[in-house]
């Protein structure tokens, strides 16, 4: 390590985040993100990476994407952030291109948050205004943000530490693909709605079983309750389809994107609302303000971002990478049988599975050293994030699959043995 | 209200946008020849034959439509070329293998063909829809994909044939994006196609400067020059045929093809007969003053005056005031000269041939090489004769890589009618400044990776028969977990196209796993 970076780290240590600066180096990945392009990183100390992380899918399009850039660049030269009280060019033209590539035909109206949490926040205020009942439902190691009303609908493990918890039992937990348990939180008719990732991400990307979703929504419907889509990670084209929820026939009532749809450049989130739960827009269209929600800059990039992931070539590159990357999976699965046990997909959606307990940090680990760069799944580290980019070329996926056989190689060795296996 | 989408901040035209627009398109491009390089030869050539059923069916609807957009040419004979380049294109290169490696025992030599990659094809506003048969059918038949940037005076026809064909190949079974077509062929853009790393090759048919940009790219380029074909009928030919094809060729899509005669040179004591036959089969002879309206209006200017570019012979005749009978077939303008103060002796896309009288058989030469001086190097030129010498004369003196020897030029050089290879690109080879100086066919497209062994015999060739070719076939589709009815993932096993060893790879496999577990269970002890 350079001189330069350990004195960095020192300072990132006193005065960004003590904590997360060290966990991170006693994980064995020292990585100081300083260039960055397409899906490339590069260390500041110049080693580079290929990003499979994607920061949940917020490098969707890659870093710096250069139309992105342009777009944004150019929008500069018109637009700042915008007032956010009055009626704004940017922002509504954003809301009509969602209007048009929702997933439900009355879903009409969009309001903005400044990021994926705040975004939650408003989806769930929405619910309870729509439905005037207080209960949420989410499932056990749900993620939805760290906000006031986003976080009591996770886990624990983020709110406890702040005392922020749900106390009142106004936000139930339910396992996931379990719809015993969902109809029963649900029977009492007294839910305002489910909050559901079509494929929960910091879970690990446990996959719904087949029926799973669709007889949620259609409980939501008996029991008068809404069925809110969080989309943040797997919308935007990353499962073959504009949003997820569709491959599913999921017509939500609400639904929520995030990350992806600011381009890794503009933050920015955006909750879909249909005419029919959207009734506080009219009663007290003051009711939800956010000074950074829907900053005409990022509604610019965003427009940008919906119309190329939503090109031709965009869909078919999505198809080839999944099958590609699954093929060489397959393959490394079999060669590592006894430590890399099951792989978790839906499109450019994929969570590797390893035997071992935390058996995702060693992958991690190793894939570090190996110039790839996957997080492991925070509630479940059992389970390796692996998501490529919706733009990553042949070249780079042959280059990741190289990269993976070798990494996962070392941390089985690591985690199971060294003796190599005759395979 | 329904919803609008709209472009508050437009960007199109920034290279920040061309360079996306022209990434995406290529990259999608690469994944499809990636896939498509693991098809065997029997599943290539299912979609190579889909996709000329498809173009065979549609000649005649896209040969209207071409001659409509573009005012080029003639519908009847358009629908010959698209045909042309359907069927009989792939049945002239049927039993040559492009798939499958090639094995020679004595030399042991063990040859594998590796596609290109990603094809990007100019194509011409004159001969649309033939050349992008052409095209798509010689980059299936050696499994690469294919990006059409077509002339936008032809965009239309050009588009929806190209989808048309992409959907018959993916139908047949092609890897999606195998063929694409550029809808907004602006030039800049069309450069940023041509210079990315991401085009293997391009293949330019077209006017001299998009050619020229093609071999300025930085890419391998096959391009080719223009035409401008010298045609000697020679006093031992006969005349009477030589006059009949030459109408044929001349009138045939009047005159769009490249390889259409532009200049005959005969000689005296075959002139008057020939005239006479040529007007027999529906020429008309300009006198002095036809000659310099018909100069004067095709070269008005700077030059050819693209506005009778495949116009009919009676059209062009109205438009410079010449009466001419109504079933004239073409123009034929008698020149005394032959050189830069003669345009009419330049290349001329439309039903209108120079008539030169040389002295003799020598100077015919040296006027049929100073035609090509001006333009058409390296292109086509036809010999009517029945003396061989003759020929041979100008088959060692022109600078051409094709001469035609009793027949239409226009359709003889392009490999109809002559046993040169079917094409709508003429490699016009060094004299024409290209890369390539046969008539470009598949096999300029796949290049070999080459085992060579030892030529010691000590060193034993391989039992290359035995291992045969790998196929690996389409990419299984990726599951979508629990999405109703997306079923289970499996791994399709490869296709051997020849015998395999008795210890199959399967046995292999067993054997592995076998010693894996004892090894294991010893280690864990």
């Known amino acids: 390590m350079s001189e330069a970076k350990i004195d960095f780290l020192d300072r990132s240590r006193s005065f960004w985040n003590p904590g997360k600066t060290q966990d991170w180096q006693d994980m064995g990945v020292d990585l100081v993100i300083d260039r960055r392009e397409g899906y490339y ?10 990003d499979l992380h994607l920061n949940g899918g917020t490098y969707n399009l890659g870093h710096r994407n250069p139309e992105l850039v342009q777009v944004l660049k150019s929008g500069t030269e018109r637009f700042d952030m915008g007032n956010h009280h009055f009626p704004a060019l940017a922002r509504t033209a954003l809301a ?172 920015i989130a955006c909750t879909l ?151 | 209200m329904e919803p609008q989408v709209r472009t508050l901040v437009e960007i199109e035209g920034t290279q920040a946008a061309l360079t996306g627009r022209a990434d995406m398109v290529l990259e999608r491009a690469r994944w499809a020849a990636e896939v498509f390089q693991r098809y065997d030869l029997e599943s290539t050539m299912a979609v190579v034959d889909a996709v000329a059923t498809s173009a065979h069916e549609h000649a005649a609807r896209y040969a209207e439509w071409a001659v409509k957009e573009t005012g080029f040419g003639v519908a009847a004979h358009k629908k010959i070329k698209n045909e042309l380049t359907a069927h009989p294109l792939v049945d002239f290169y049927r039993d040559q293998d492009f798939v499958n490696i090639r094995i020679d ?55 929806d044939a190209a989808n048309m064909l992409a959907q018959a190949a993916v139908d047949a079974g092609a890897p999606d994006g195998v063929i694409q077509i550029i809808e907004d062929p602006s030039i800049p853009l069309i450069e940023e196609f041509m210079k990315s790393p991401k085009t293997a090759v391009i293949l330019a048919t077209g006017g001299t400067p998009m050619v020229r940009s093609a071999y300025s790219s930085s890419n391998p380029a096959i391009g080719v020059g223009p035409g401008n074909a010298p045609v000697f009928v020679d006093s031992s030919a006969d005349i009477n045929k030589a006059a009949n094809r030459i109408v044929e060729s001349k009138s045939f899509d009047n005159s769009v093809l490249c390889t259409n005669e532009s200049v005959l040179i005969t000689l005296p004591e075959a002139d008057k007969q020939l005239r006479q036959s040529l007007k027999r089969y529906g020429a008309y002879f300009c006198n002095d003053d036809d000659t310099s309206r018909l100069r004067q209006y095709l070269f008005h200017g700077a030059g050819f005056n693209i506005e009778t570019i495949g116009r009919d ?44 009288v040389a002295k003799n058989r020598d100077q015919a030469i040296m006027q049929a090489r100073a035609v090509l001086r001006l333009t058409g190097a390296g292109h086509s030129a036809a010999v009517h004769t029945m003396d061989e010498t003759v020929a041979m004369a100008f088959a060692r003196t022109l600078e051409v890589y094709r001469i035609v020897v009793n027949a239409p030029c226009s359709q003889g050089a392009a490999g109809f009618g002559t046993a040169l290879a079917p094409t709508f690109t003429i490699g016009t080879g060094f004299f024409g400044r290209s890369s390539i100086g046969e008539n470009v066919g598949p096999e300029h497209l796949v290049h070999w990776t080459k085992l060579a062994y030892n030529e010691d015999t000590s060193e034993k060739f391989g039992d290359y028969f035995g291992i045969g070719n790998n196929f690996l076939g389409p990419l299984p589709p990726a599951p979508e977990d629990g999405v109703p009815g997306a079923g289970h993932y499996q791994l399709a096993p490869p296709t051997v196209s020849m015998s395999t060893d008795p210890l199959s790879s399967i046995t292999r496999t067993e054997l592995r796993q076998m010693i894996a577990e004892e090894l294991r269970g010893v280690l864990r002890g």
Request: hydrophobic residues 40%; contains cysteine.
């Open chain 2, 313 to 356: 012979a009676t059209w062009i005749a109205k438009e410079c005031g010449i009466r001419v009978p109504e079933k004239t077939a073409i123009l034929v303008a008698p020149i005394d000269q032959i050189g830069i103060e003669e345009p009419l002796s330049r290349e001329k896309l439309c039903p209108v041939l120079a008539y030169h």
């Open chain 1, 41 to 50: 990183l590069y260390d500041m100390d110049g080693r580079r990476l290929i």
């Open chain 2, 105 to 159: 025992e004595s030399l042991k030599i063990v040859e594998t063909p590796r596609p290109a990659g990603v094809i990007f094809c100019l194509t011409p506003s004159t001969n649309p829809i033939a050349t992008i048969n052409y095209k798509i059918i010689i980059s299936l038949m050696t499994r690469n994909a294919v990006v059409i940037g077509p002339h936008p005076a032809a965009r239309e026809c050009c588009i």
């Open chain 1, 273 to 423: 609302i249909s005419e029919r739960c959207g009734g506080w827009l009219k009663e007290d269209g003051f009711g939800h303000i956010s000074t950074g929600g829907g900053a005409e800059l990022g509604c610019v990039v965003a427009m940008k971002t919906l119309e190329i992931v939503q090109r031709p070539e965009v869909r078919t590159m999505v198809q080839y990478i999944s099958d590609y990357m699954r093929a060489g999976l397959e393959k490394i699965m079999a060669q590592y049988d006894d430590f890399f046990v099951g792989i978790r997909q839906h499109g450019v959606v994929m969570g590797l599975e390893f035997g071992a307990e935390s058996g995702a940090k060693p992958v991690m680990k190793h894939l570090y050293d190996n110039g790839v760069w996957a997080i492991f799944s925070t509630l479940d580290p059992r389970v390796l994030q692996f998501k490529p980019g919706v733009l990553l070329t042949q070249a780079d996926c042959e280059e990741v699959l190289r990269r993976v056989e070798i990494g996962i190689g070392l941390a089985r060795d690591e985690v199971i043995g060294r003796y190599r296996r005759v395979a």
């Open chain 1, 96 to 267: 009509e291109a969602l209007a048009a590539c929702a997933p439900a035909p009355d879903m009409v109206y969009t309001a903005y948050g400044s990021g994926g949490g705040e975004a939650i926040d408003i989806a769930l205020k929405t619910a309870r205004h729509a439905t005037q009942k207080r209960k949420i439902i989410s499932i056990v190691k749900a993620y939805h943000g760290h906000t006031g009303l986003a976080l009591k609908t996770g886990d624990e493990r983020f709110s406890k530490l702040f005392l922020s918890e749900d106390t009142i039992g106004e936000f139930i937990q339910v396992p996931f693909n379990d719809l015993n348990a969902m109809e029963d939180a649900l029977k009492g008719k007294d839910v305002a709605a489910v909050i559901m990732e079509t494929i929960p991400a910091t879970y690990g990307f446990p996959m719904p079983v087949e029926g799973y979703l669709p007889t949620v929504k259609k409980l939501c419907e008996q029991y008068d309750a809404l069925y809110i889509a969080d989309e943040v990670q797997t919308g935007l084209m990353r499962c073959g389809e504009m949003w997820a929820c569709t491959k599913y026939g999921i017509e939500p009532d609400i639904m929520v994107t995030g990350k992806g749809i600011g381009g890794g450049l503009y933050p």
